[in-house]
């Protein structure tokens, strides 16, 4: 009890000078490299673990040298200067006092209940006041000394270097750091199980929306077999599934929610969590629940649709090829996190070629008998946590446990209909245009070549080998919200996004979505402050579908009366408390100053 918060506590220190790097000179030096603090220069603590992050340049070999330097002092022997500690206990509560936003008040009122009975509801990383600012330097020292140990640590390099030469500095600057005579065992910290559904309802005068859940926790589960990789592949796909009903759902006028999101995921280390959530307007936290297990409910009792997991697997079986594709393009950050999570939470990193592998084998075999055998164990009543986060203010109605309750045991047996799953037949793009012609061509340096087409559309092409298969477009003049007058500005601020929802063509939003299954083309209008145009992206073999795309998003775009009022109920719910939180109606006051 009185090291809560020290593990966060070394992690600041360790920025506060080594034995090498005495006060601010390890800041110092990683800013002489041309990194910056934050984007380059990072560390933190979570529940189970601390990372340290640093980002060099690879073309010197001294900057590579003294960065493991660092690293070295950080992971042995450590420096705590008393006066630097009590310097620093400041700082941590002045971050924790800033942290105590609405987001953070609501989670802290959340996370005792859904952790409740395990070690982790009174152990979040920041500590306590208390005890930061009373603990003992000896209690300090001791943290750093019983965990900071060889056999706890790795040490993770990716990059553009020889490998033989990382390792052997690796070895040479961790591998004489002396293991632990007495080591304390690591321990893991179960969330124990607890029959029925525990609620939380927390408000806050400075939230900004109404947010209902409903998080279920299980035990964490061994990842480390192909049968296991497979499983997770159909909750995946159960996933996917379930939200694109709801997001078709919310599509809709008088819709119970604004957004929605469900999945499967670890929580702590040693609990996973299935969770479905939704955004709802003001008042609407039990109509939204409700809808959440109606549907919840309508999978369980029917099942999904055969169309409706063709389309999915032909989406998804195609993302990872892709992935497969690009298998040199991956960042070294994301390598990094990867590798982290291997070492943390053993995540198998068989790499994306063998996963892609293993996606094309189960995906044709996976039935929907695989996939609908999970609706009854998504929304289990057991170790289940409903919560309910919203403003508090006048005129808001917020349930309290009873009505959540009776919510809950309401949705369930009451009389449903199977799910339809309409697909149009219409082609995208029912005539076809009649084309232009390049009325003149022109090269430029660095490979890029310029067109005029005869309507008097300026085209640049620039090819590249960044990523494989992959071809984005950006379309764009100079105009923009700054030329309309003031009593038109809500409309062509919102033009954009009602473009985008209201469909093409005959097709509408959801009818579009399903005839582009399997396809990856994406245009999307946009307006700003000075420019309107159009962005996207496509692969290669779906380039005719992007431009059929193009060409529909400036010629028919759809008007359709429910998508308005949806995107109107939307906006309108997410302005209501929009000026509740202080440092929005700062920027406003700031902003109109300016």
């Known amino acids: 009890d009185d090291q ?12 506060n000078g080594t034995r090498r790097f005495p006060k601010q000179e390890v800041v110092a030096f990683l800013q002489s490299t041309g990194m910056r603090f934050g984007a380059h220069i990072n560390a933190n603590t979570s529940f189970d673990q601390t990372v340290f992050q640093l980002q060099i340049p690879t073309d010197d070999a001294s900057v590579i040298d003294r960065s493991f330097q660092i690293l070295e002092d950080w992971a042995h022997p450590g420096s705590f200067d008393n006066d630097e500690v009590d310097k620093e206990r400041g700082v941590i509560l002045e971050e924790w006092r800033t942290g105590l936003g609405p987001g953070a008040r609501m989670l802290d ?29 000896d209690r300090l020292k001791k943290f750093y000394t019983d965990w900071y140990r060889p056999d706890l640590m790795a040490v993770i390099a990716v990059g553009d270097f020889e490998p033989a030469k990382i390792e052997a500095l690796i070895r040479s600057r961790f591998g004489s750091i002396p293991a632990a005579v007495s080591p304390r065992p690591r321990p893991n910290f179960d969330v124990p199980d607890h029959p029925g559904t525990r609620y939380v ?15 279920s926790l299980m035990g964490a589960r061994d990842q480390t077999t192909v049968a296991a990789y ?21 599509q809709k006028p008088e819709a119970p929610f604004l957004d929605s999101n469900t999945g499967r995921g670890l929580f702590v280390k040693t ?48 993302s990872f090829a892709q992935l497969a594709a690009s298998n040199d393009e991956h960042t070294s950050v994301s390598l990094a996190d990867e590798y982290i999570r291997n ?50 203010k006048p005129g808001v109605a917020v349930p309290d446990v009873a009505k959540l309750a009776a919510v809950i045991k309401g949705s369930g047996g009451g009389p449903l209909t199977a799910y339809v799953d309409t697909v149009s037949n219409k ?46 477009f950006r379309v764009f003049s100079p ?74 998003t400036f010629t028919q775009p759809r008007a359709d009366a429910d998508s308005f009022r949806a995107i109107t109920g939307q906006l309108t719910a997410s302005l209501a408390n929009r000026q509740a939180l202080p440092v929005t109606a700062f920027n406003d006051a700031l902003n109109a100053a300016v």
């Open 343 to 392: 070492f943390m939470q053993q995540e198998p990193i068989p790499g994306i070629a063998y996963e892609n592998g293993l996606v094309q084998r189960f995906m044709p075999e996976i039935t929907l008998a695989d996939i609908n055998a999970l609706a009854r164990e998504w929304v289990p009543d057991r170790n289940r946590v409903v919560a309910v986060t919203a403003p508090k």
């Open 271 to 318: 609990a996973e969590a299935t969770s479905l959530s939704a955004l709802v307007a003001d008042g609407g936290a039990e109509k939204g629940l409700a809808a959440l297990f109606t549907e919840a409910d309508r999978v369980a009792r029917f099942g999904f649709t055969q169309t409706e997991l063709d389309r999915y697997r032909l989406g998804y079986t195609q």
């Open 479 to 552: 105009g923009g919200t700054s030329l309309r007058p003031a009593p038109d500005f809500g409309a062509t601020e919102t033009a954009d996004r009602v473009v985008a929802e209201g469909g093409l063509g005959s097709l509408s939003a959801i009818d579009l979505s399903k005839k582009l299954g399997g396809k990856v083309a994406y245009v999307r209008p946009d307006i700003d402050e000075m420019f309107e145009g159009l962005s996207g992206r496509a692969l290669r073999r779906d380039l005719e579908t992007m431009f059929q795309l193009i060409y529909l």
């Open 427 to 472: 082609p995208l793009l029912e005539a076809m245009p009649k084309p232009g012609a390049i009325a003149r061509t022109a090269t430029k340096p660095a490979g890029i070549t310029e067109w005029t087409l005869s309507n008097g559309v300026r085209v640049v092409l620039d090819p590249t080998t960044f990523k494989q298969d992959e071809v984005l």
């Open 109 to 137: 009122a959340q996370l005792p209940v859904l952790l409740k009975d395990s070690r982790y509801a009174n152990r979040l990383p920041i500590g306590t006041p208390e005890v930061i600012r009373s603990f003992t330097y």
């Open 230 to 250: 497979r499983q997770m592949t159909i909750e995946r796909v159960f996933a996917g599934l379930l939200g694109a009903r709801l997001d078709e759902m919310a």
């Open 201 to 215: 309802v927390a408000t806050d005068p400075e939230a900004t929306n109404t947010v209902v859940s409903v998080t």
């Open 4 to 15: 809560r918060g020290l593990a966060h506590f070394v992690e600041h220190m360790c920025f």
